[in-house]
């Protein structure tokens, strides 16, 4: 199957740190005003696998004002319902002197945009809009440049309105943006803040304004992983181990010869079945019987908490101040008390679901995703090929709050669309979300705080035993 073609594609090489080549991608880039910028370090960090981040560190974003005169700004972030769809246009139009309905945004394809780590922790609107404000207005300093050679005024004396840049002592001498770049390629690199507006000159920033994909998600017209539909197209379903991390021994599909047209997928421990209707596919996949290696079940809801405070044994100190015995000697009341939180599912309302197809030895796929570079990345390995041979395409997203972060549904759709060779849809039931994603890790919190004879708070000591990442240093002001 043929891929759709796809507008612009300027990227095919430009995935990560790695691959990144400036003098490619400038090459690679059409006409009009381009500025290229960082969105900051935090979205390159640690531990994504990354040998060569200096490149990206120095280029993973760009705003480009196009030949008709539209604003296309590229970044590597996703919207998954927080917003920054509108948002980030929000700023970037603002500066620009447009309407929002003249920016468009592109995220989180990994052949059109340039790298970016992830979209968690509220991060975003934070670091990436001062940036983006930046960038808009070295773009449109440019433009007034242009606009001042060709219109033969002082820029002093040039107004902008809606791409559109006048004398403001003769309003009938001016020109647009689709003028001054038609035919240009003019590329910038944003090394230091060029004047942005004062607050007080903001016209869409900080103003209530209708989402831009409002529209489409209210009437339904929006687009999920969950909605690709492809030609030939098949519908998988997953045989589950009933305990997770249970290791396959024997697959019984005598019964699947009641259902026609049903296909196997026995690759590793997964196990799976495919057919051309998802009704099919899931009424056949309830008649596979799998015999499986179950692991020891080390502890349960009600003793998963002792568990957790017998067995942690690193002693990370986010913070600390003064001494914890002085605090007890001036308290005159010291109080203790343990909390205990068990695992909590992310549960968004869109369930982990992945659409894709193989063309030779190239997978793209749209899956539902808050790191697209990193599902690259675990796809390649996944499926042992080179990065540059899986195209992530990220559309919307029905929330994440972080577990999506981690994309088995993926890599499953993708091993059995290589396997069938066909074209693959897997969407997770609501109980595989509760059963097989990863979840907020379970925790138990020793508090001991110590205060006064006038109250004042002299002691605090914050305990917390959990099984992985379960929060750090805040930064929020």
Not at 194 to 201: F, G, L, S, V
Not at 359 to 388: H, M, V
Not at 398 to 409: A, C, D, P, T
Request: aromatic fraction near 8%.
């Amino acid at each position: 199957m043929k891929p759709d073609k796809i507008d612009e594609l300027y990227f095919s090489d430009v995935n990560t740190p790695i691959s990144l080549d400036r003098r490619d991608f400038l090459k690679k880039l059409g006409g009009g005003i381009i500025v290229v910028f960082c969105l900051g370090k935090l979205s390159l960090l640690e531990g994504w696998g990354q040998n060569n981040a200096e490149d990206a560190l120095n280029f993973n974003a760009y705003i480009r004002v196009k030949e008709d005169g539209r604003i296309n700004c590229y970044t590597g972030k996703i919207e998954m319902g927080q917003g920054i769809i509108t948002s980030l246009a929000q700023v970037v139009a603002d500066e620009l002197e447009v309407p929002i309905s003249m920016v468009d945004m592109v995220m989180g394809d990994t052949e059109l945009c340039p790298y970016d780590a992830g979209t968690w922790g509220s991060l975003t609107t934070r670091f990436a809009d001062p940036v983006l404000r930046a960038a808009a207005a070295e773009a449109r300093e440019i433009l007034i440049d242009l606009a001042a050679t060709k219109l033969e005024v002082s820029e002093a004396n040039l107004k902008l309105e809606n791409g559109v840049i006048y004398d403001a002592e003769n309003p009938s001498n001016k020109t647009t943006y689709a003028e001054l770049t038609k035919g240009k390629k003019i590329v910038k690199n944003l090394e230091k803040k060029p004047d942005i507006k004062r607050a007080n000159e903001f016209k869409l920033i900080g103003k209530p304004i209708i989402s831009t994909d409002a529209i489409a998600k209210v009437t339904g017209t929006a687009k999920y992983s969950g909605d690709i539909k492809l030609p030939g197209m098949m519908y998988a379903t997953v045989v589950r181990p009933t305990i997770v991390g249970s290791k396959k021994l024997e697959v019984d599909a005598s019964e699947l010869s009641s259902f026609p047209n049903v296909e196997l997928i026995n690759e590793g421990d997964l196990v799976a079945v495919v057919h051309s209707d998802p009704e099919v596919s899931s009424s056949a996949a309830k008649k596979v019987r799998v015999s499986w290696d179950t692991p020891e079940q080390k502890m349960d809801n009600e003793t998963i908490f002792k568990y957790l405070e017998d067995n942690i044994s690193n002693s990370d100190i986010f913070e600390e101040g003064g001494s914890l015995e002085t605090g007890k000697t001036n308290s005159n009341s010291v109080l203790n008390a343990q909390y205990q939180d068990g695992y909590k599912a992310h549960a968004p309302m869109e369930t982990h679901s992945a659409t894709c197809y193989f063309e030779d030895d190239k997978l793209t796929i749209w899956t539902s995703t808050q790191t697209p570079f990193g599902t690259q990345d675990q796809l390649a390995k996944a499926l042992e090929i080179p990065k540059e041979n899986v195209h992530v395409k990220q559309i919307f997203l029905g929330g994440g709050f972080g577990g999506k972060i981690y994309n088995q549904q993926a890599i499953e759709a993708a091993l059995i669309a290589k396997s069938c060779k066909k074209p693959v849809q897997l969407v997770w039931s609501r109980r595989e979300e509760f059963m097989y994603d990863k979840f907020r890790p379970a925790a138990v919190v020793n508090v001991t705080s110590g205060v006064d004879e006038n109250g004042k708070l002299n002691l605090w000591e914050f305990d917390i035993y959990c099984a992985g990442t379960r929060g750090t240093k805040l930064f929020y002001d």
